[in-house]
């Protein structure tokens, strides 16, 4: 029996689903999976969205700070003795990575990256770590690209199309809609009150709080919108290194409402009394749960989006503003939205309409069709 192994710095929880779903396929293709995966980073912690997966193999690893840049080296090759293939995020800090490119090289097994192809966040990118990765990012076996995009950045490296597989990145859809459909008038009646929240107008940021994400434009411009809409009231759901920026203005403006970190179900209710999902800054994955939950995205046009920003059309399924330098034209995009519900009502539409199509069953699907061409390709 084939046994490959994944190596993963941690488990966040949004690939809980995937791993497990991933693990099942192959088994029914008699390849046995190896998950290595370690403890996350000072940083990293602050997020509060990692698990321990029972079946996986925790081996901690070893993480250097330098400033903002970290490394890290993953003890691993002990458990990888018998293991014919090899998956690896393509991140030049992962010291690993560089003794399983020499080994790959040297025909001891095969080598598959798994990313973006580079880092979209040009502003927090390592020069030489970028460089690096470009260097060696044409030297393995196989790539798994985040979605369609990255596959276009992989090729355009000059990676073989036929040695790609894009896995069209995504979290349980499926279940987030199922408990959106499901929720009482109890439970819905429940959140308001816990918040003592009573406005139809309600905004909601559900992501890592950290710069990239803009937070000080998008606090900016919820007071441009209450202005304009004096009932409007704001829900943050999340952790990371800039969450004491909004638990003061949680503390200080009683219409922003701050709940901490919430996962899968437990953040359902949050989105059902929401009509908009607000996050100018860096987009990821988050997108599918504006898709799953009927809440459009409003997000601005600025180079820092991760691949899954393919996703949006704007307009169809949620709304990107032209610029990213002025919150009075975020925050009238915001306004003409909640005033206009008809507007706003098409983009739900649209968001119904496309989140049977990014799932983690067919993503599921991609990788093990990819992780077998890739065993039987020489």
């Known amino acids: 029996m084939p046994k490959i192994a994944i190596i993963s710095k941690t488990v966040p929880l949004y690939r809980r689903d995937f791993y497990n779903g991933l693990r099942r396929v192959l088994s029914e293709n008699n390849i046995e999976l190896l998950l290595l995966y370690g403890q996350p980073s000072r940083r990293d912690a602050l997020k509060n969205d990692t698990i321990e997966l029972e079946w996986a193999v925790k081996v901690p690893s070893k993480i250097w700070e330098f400033g903002h840049t970290e490394l890290y080296w993953q ?14 995020e393509q991140a030049s800090k992962l010291l690993i990575n560089y003794v399983l490119l020499l080994q790959y090289w040297l025909k001891i097994r095969k080598l598959v990256f798994w990313g973006h192809g580079k880092n979209f966040q040009k502003n927090s990118a390592n020069r030489l770590g970028e460089w690096i990765k470009r260097r060696v ?39 987030l809609t199922h408990t959106l459909q499901n929720l009482t008038p109890k439970e819905i009646k429940k959140t308001r009150t816990d918040l003592s929240l009573f406005s139809l107008n309600v905004g909601i940021y559900a992501g890592g709080l950290y710069p990239e994400k803009r937070l000080s434009f998008l606090l900016e ?11 409007f009231e ?13 638990e003061q203005a949680d503390a200080q403006y009683p219409w922003i409402h701050y709940v901490g970190p919430k996962f899968d179900r437990e953040k359902v209710p949050y989105f059902a009394i929401s009509k908009l999902f607000l996050m100018p800054g860096l987009v990821g994955l988050g997108i599918l749960d504006t898709f799953a939950l009927e809440t459009p995205l409003v997000t601005t046009q600025i180079p820092l989006h991760s691949p899954e920003i393919s996703y949006l059309e704007s307009g169809v399924n949620g709304l990107m503003v032209d610029t990213a330098s002025n919150p009075q034209v975020y ?48």
């Open 331 to 378: 925050a009238d995009g915001v306004i003409r939205l909640l005033l206009n519900e008809d507007e706003r009502q098409k983009l739900v539409d649209g968001c119904v309409s496309v989140r049977n199509v990014y799932t983690v069953e067919l993503m599921v699907s991609r990788f093990a069709q990819g992780i077998i061409k890739a065993l039987e390709t020489q």
């Open 137 to 175: 990012s044409t030297r393995v076996h196989w790539w798994f690209a985040y979605n369609d995009m990255s596959a276009l950045v992989v090729r355009e490296m000059g990676f073989p199309p036929e040695r790609i597989t894009s896995v069209q990145n995504a979290i349980d859809t499926r279940a």
């Open 221 to 231: 411009s919820l007071h441009l919108i209450r202005r304009q809409i004096p009932d």
């Open 75 to 88: 003890p691993v090759l002990s458990y990888l003795k018998d293991v014919d293939l090899v998956i690896v």
């Open 234 to 246: 704001m829900i943050f759901i999340g952790g990371g290194v800039d969450a004491p920026m909004v």
